[in-house]
C-alpha cells in the first residue's frame, strides 16, 4: 500500500493541504481524491509506502487494558 499526501487547490481557489490517501497506487489515490474534490489542482504529493499489519488482534490484552491489569508478554511459537 501506499500513503499518499497531497495539497490541492479547489476549484474556488481555497488551497487544502495535509490530504493523506490510502491507495495501492499514486493514480488510483489520485482518483479517490478526484472524487471528493472535483476539478481541483494538485499543487504538491508526496508518497510513502506503508507496510500493512498482518499481526491478529490480542483481545485478552485488550480486557487486560480496560481491566488495569498487568502487562503479559506473548509468547511466540516458532
Request: aromatic share 4%.
Amino acid at each position: 500500500m501506499i500513503r499518499s499526501g497531497f495539497n490541492i487547490r479547489t476549484r474556488s481557489g481555497q488551497r487544502v493541504d495535509n490530504i493523506c490517501i490510502m491507495a495501492v497506487t499514486q493514480l488510483e489515490a489520485e482518483r479517490r481524491l478526484r472524487q471528493m474534490y472535483h476539478h481541483c489542482e494538485i499543487i504538491a504529493c508526496q508518497s510513502e509506502a506503508v507496510a500493512l499489519r498482518n499481526e491478529p488482534l490480542d483481545v485478552e490484552g485488550v480486557i487486560g487494558i480496560i481491566w488495569c491489569e498487568p502487562a503479559r508478554v506473548p509468547v511466540v511459537e516458532r
